[in-house]
């Protein structure tokens, strides 16, 4: 029933609790597991390319070599996530593999669920965000709306 699931993973304790819940049923169905994480680079600074001192003021300056050193950073962030949870998969016996992916993260997950042809998609209630502490994720409410497979939210 669900040999292709698809599990969102920002490294909140939600998505941790999510990726436990996906490969027990991984583990019932013989199934495949394939983490997610989605990455975006929030903070669209004016970018330049060597510092200035005629800057507006309150208008963030950074050289175009601060902008690529953030953005792989937080690439990196992602990478480690990833290979966490595919660790944790793996040590369960579970067929694992791994997606990073940079923008807009509901919908490139809802999107890899559908180009993957995914049975099932397995988030965590709330992401990793202080924000998104106080209700049900945004990220999660926008899969859970936008989604065209099943998706257990797990809390």
Not at 61 to 82: D, H, K, M, N
Request: glycine letters at 8%; aromatic letters at 4%; hydrophobic letters at 45%.
């Amino acid at each position: 029933m669900f040999k292709n699931v698809l599990v969102g993973l920002d490294g909140s304790e939600h998505s941790l609790k999510a990726l436990e819940t996906a490969t027990q049923i991984a583990k019932e169905f013989s199934g495949k597991l394939t983490l997610i994480h989605v990455y975006s680079v929030a903070v669209r600074p004016i970018i330049v390319p060597e510092p200035t001192t005629f800057s507006p003021a309150g208008v963030s300056v950074i050289t175009a070599e601060e902008a690529s050193r953030v953005a792989q950073a937080v690439r990196e962030a992602g990478r480690r996530v990833l290979a966490e949870g595919e660790q944790k998969a793996k040590a369960e016996k579970v067929q694992v593999e791994t997606m990073l992916v940079e923008g807009h993260a509901v919908q490139e997950i809802v999107r890899a669920a559908k180009e993957g042809k995914f049975d099932l998609i397995v988030i965590g209630a709330k992401g990793i965000s202080r924000i998104r502490e106080l209700l049900l994720g945004s990220v999660t409410d926008g899969v859970v709306h936008h989604a065209a497979c099943p998706v257990l939210v797990v809390k």
